[in-house]
């Protein structure tokens, strides 16, 4: 009986996907147009940037597609791993030095910025500055003074209680409200600071998970040594606590890399924007499927990299790996 | 020490009021360098614009306020089918992935692989573009008529936008609820299969009976999360037009330049929202939990 | 002889007013080892916790090394307390993100801002004196509970401490790890180190102990030495409990 519902249900599924799989080949051989893509791939690399200076945001992100490749297949250990992390760090401030030019390179305004390269930068930027952010709020919730402990805990539940786009909203139209007259920041760092403040919440709860997991014996231990409760926490609890909150963190950066697609609606021409703006053009009017299904590719690589490269991380600090 | 700890909440309290202060004054003199005050008076103005769906009675005459309760309940809507359709198919695709059909659980587990690491906004304007614009018009058995401008079902009109947004947040949603509910059932000792298995009980119906029941005090606080992100998600919405809360409340901030205001009420509208959720899961929650433990 | 630990009528209540410690006055000489017995909720613990600060005292005062603490004391008192005394935990503790050698060289480098150099050798030195030098380089989940233990002493003498305190270190060792631990400790005794000691081990008390100090309820029951103790405890409930430990 039970055999034969399995049966069943396999045919069933095989007649599903068979169908599907002729409805796409068919779709692939016969309807799809790719130009839409090809023509266009500088467009979705980097943006409007002037064509003469592409080469800063591509080879800016040539250097990350190096480094992720390095970091996953490169050699266990020696120099290259030893200098990896301070790369990884430098690729920061390279990519803004790049994008906004100066020192040397010709200055080239936010407006141009787009495509993938806006995608990383804001992803990026937000993160660092959300980690941080994060940890203090945790740090702050957890904290034995009542007014530190009540503010984060008003500012995390807030936070969480709203709607992504709603705080990028308010973020682009408020946050020169809140600043003094004459003071303006531009669209691309009001949504990083808008990115960074809702992320922060966010991290603020899986690092104060990551804290609550560290036994109160591993403080006992720490303060009976002699250290401070500032060298307690910065060199017993919080290396723990962050190792133990990796795994959603790295859930979060996934997440803060996919979530950058909402400045598409509020017009920043990031991935999505650009892609948007494509499909408006009357050339290539109706090839929704083509560039849809392009951008999932992309956006899939992107958080598969991530999760990836987190992952490498995770086994990289498992104390118990062995050390022979 | 006592003091010292006293002086440093003093400390952070001043520096927050501090900052919030700097803050309140900024927005106060750019406030009255734009002329607008801060009130809530605009409300009862009419609204001016048109929403292509409305649960109830609605016309551009009506005031900004109707059109925003409107807006409430084109949400509620979305939200209350979502999260019903969400755990349905996220349950089914959870449950699939610990079958024994090995198809069945290598689709259930691609689903997920691939929903999750697409951005939502990119699979809303897929459903949105591609699948329901993209529909011949094709009748189904007369009760139930496909086509770009909407669905009917048994009498029941859906707009294309609606029925976007719901498969949308539905196929989102339902990728992470199933990677809870199997979380859930793994965590449920295998022993417990071959318990029931040795009582000649079927896969579904154990399934159903003992092992659900069981993941069920684990999955309900995380299911509660994917609900309130459910909530919170079905503001995009406004990428496919679809006339909820959000975009009623971007078009009136858009038109009055009330955007402090109009925050407020987003913020206001969204705690009583994650209150009536996060309180009915609670409710549930104590139930299932008072029935597990009765029935110990 | 001069005096190592003075506690003056310690008090210690928790909630429900049960007296965790209800007035419990003793003294440590230095270069001596005591051992504390008594069954489980004596209050054994929460008396050599509160000799490092661990737990805060209701009532009484401590004078540990010239330091006092009482109900009141700084923050202040307890650092510079714990610079010198140092202590080992029934679950050992060791730091799990850091191998041994950094769990041992932590607090040299960061609390006595001794060069890195110096405080590894140091570290290897206890480390070969606790006969584990082969695991300087393994982080704790790699080692037995025993081995674990031997780098929590090295961790606590790595700052020279001037009195140890040992909270029952054996309890949760399994039966053939307790000797290597034991034999660490004897060792120790014997180099003339001021030591508490919170144990069941009837043997090493009898064989190490200068004094033996039996507690029940949060009171001192009698204090004799180990000789005495053994064979003809003055109290009923002392007799009474070394029964049941020998059976």
Not at chain 1, 183 to 203: H, M, P
Not at chain 1, 253 to 280: D, H, K, W
Not at chain 2, 50 to 64: I, R
Request: net charge positive; aromatic share 8%; charged share 15%.
């Amino acid at each position: 009986m039970n055999r034969w519902l399995d049966r069943g249900i396999t045919l069933l599924l095989l007649a599903l996907l068979g169908w599907a799989g002729w409805s796409i080949l068919h779709w692939l051989l016969v309807g799809a147009d790719w130009s839409v893509v090809t023509t266009n791939l500088p467009l979705y690399a980097v943006g409007s940037f002037p064509a003469d200076q592409r080469w800063r945001p591509l080879l800016w992100m040539a250097a990350l597609i190096t480094l992720t490749l390095l970091t996953l297949t490169g050699p266990k250990r020696g120099w290259v791993r030893r200098w990896l992390p301070l790369v990884w760090i430098a690729m920061a401030p390279l990519g803004l030095w790049l994008l906004a030019g100066g020192l040397g390179l010709l200055p080239v305004g936010t407006r141009s910025w787009g495509g993938l390269t806006l995608t990383l930068l804001l992803t990026g930027g937000s993160g660092a500055l959300a980690l941080p952010l994060g940890i203090l709020l945790a740090l702050g919730r957890r904290s034995e003074l009542p007014v530190l402990r009540w503010s984060s805990a008003a500012y995390i539940e807030l936070m969480r209680a709203v709607p992504l786009i709603a705080v990028l909203f308010f973020g682009q139209l408020l946050i020169p409200l809140f600043l003094p007259p004459g003071l303006e920041i531009n669209r691309v760092l009001r949504a990083v600071v808008a990115f960074a403040l809702f992320a922060a919440a966010y991290i603020a709860e899986d690092v104060r998970g990551g804290l609550q997991a560290i036994p109160p014996t591993q403080r006992e231990a720490a303060a009976v040594l002699g250290l401070s409760p500032r060298q307690v926490l910065q060199l017993v609890v919080l290396p723990q606590a962050l190792r133990v909150a990796l795994p959603s963190l790295t859930n979060q950066a996934v997440g803060l890399l996919q979530n950058t697609s909402l400045m598409a609606i509020l017009g920043l021409v990031e991935l999505l924007g650009i892609s948007r703006s494509l499909l408006a053009n009357p050339a290539f009017i109706g090839r929704y499927l083509e560039v849809y299904l392009w951008l999932a590719a992309v956006y899939w690589l992107a958080c598969s990299a991530m999760a990836l490269l987190a992952r490498h991380l995770e086994v990289q600090l498992d104390p118990a790996r062995s050390a022979s | 020490m006592r003091q010292r700890r006293l002086l440093v909440q003093v400390g952070v309290a001043a520096l927050l009021i501090g900052l919030l202060a700097l803050l309140v004054n900024n927005l106060a003199v750019n406030l009255i360098r734009t002329g607008l005050g801060l009130g809530f008076g605009w409300l009862g103005r009419p609204a001016g614009f048109a929403l292509a769906e409305t649960a109830l009675p609605y016309a551009p005459s009506d005031s900004y306020l109707w059109a925003l309760t409107i807006g409430w309940l084109n949400s509620l809507k979305v939200i209350a089918a979502g999260l019903v359709l969400a755990t349905g198919l996220g349950v089914a695709a959870g449950a699939a992935r610990s079958s024994n059909n090995r198809l069945l659980r290598s689709l259930a587990a691609g689903y997920v692989a691939l929903i999750r690491q697409v951005p939502l906004l990119l699979q809303l304007l897929f459903w949105y573009f591609v699948a329901f614009l993209g529909l011949p018009s094709v009748p189904i058995g007369g009760l139930i008529r496909l086509s770009n401008q909407g669905i009917q079902l048994l009498g029941l009109n859906l707009s294309v936008e609606f029925c976007a947004v719901l498969v949308g947040l539905t196929v989102f949603t339902g990728a992470s609820i199933a990677e809870i509910v199997r979380g859930g059932i793994n965590a449920v000792p295998r022993g417990q299969w071959e318990a029931f298995r040795s009582l000649g009980l079927g896969e579904g119906l154990g399934l159903r009976r003992i092992v659900l029941p069981q993941a069920l005090p684990a999955i309900l606080p995380a299911l509660t999360s994917q609900y309130l992100n459910l909530a919170k998600n079905s503001t995009l919405a406004i990428a496919v037009g679809y006339a909820d809360l959000y975009a009623v409340s971007d078009t009136t901030i858009t038109q009055t330049g009330r955007a402090i205001e109009g925050f407020l009420l987003l913020l206001l509208s969204f705690l009583l929202l994650n209150l009536l959720i996060s309180g009915g899961m609670a409710a549930f929650n104590r139930a299932v939990l008072g029935r597990l433990n009765r029935s110990r | 002889m001069t005096v190592a630990i003075r506690a003056t009528d310690l008090v210690k209540s928790y909630s429900q007013g049960v007296r965790a410690l209800d007035g419990v006055t003793l003294e440590v000489n230095r270069g001596e080892v005591l051992v504390v017995m008594g069954p489980s909720g004596s209050g054994k613990s929460t008396l050599i916790r509160t000799f490092n600060g661990l737990e805060s005292l209701d009532g009484g005062a401590l004078d540990v090394l010239g330091v006092r603490l009482d109900a009141t004391h700084a923050e202040r008192q307890v650092r510079e307390i714990r610079k010198r005394v140092g202590m080992v935990f029934q679950q050992f503790n060791l730091f799990p993100h850091l191998s041994i050698l950094d769990n041992i060289t932590l607090a040299p480098i960061k609390v006595q801002q001794r060069a890195k150099a110096a405080a590894e050798q140091r570290a290897m030195d206890l480390l070969d004196q606790m006969g584990i030098r082969e695991q300087a380089h393994k982080y704790p989940a790699q080692l037995s509970g025993g081995q674990q233990q031997r780098v929590a002493i090295a961790r606590a003498l790595a700052l020279d401490p001037e009195v140890m305190l040992f909270d029952e270190p054996t309890s949760a060792l399994d039966p053939e790890r307790v000797k290597e631990v034991l034999d660490a400790m004897r060792q120790l005794a014997k180099g003339g180190m001021t030591m508490v000691v919170v144990t069941h081990e009837l043997g090493f008390a009898r064989e190490v102990a200068d004094r033996v100090m039996f507690m029940d309820r949060g009171q001192v029951v009698e204090t004799s030495d180990p000789e005495t103790f053994f064979s003809n405890a003055r109290e009923e409930r002392s007799r009474r409990f070394l029964n049941q430990m020998q059976h």
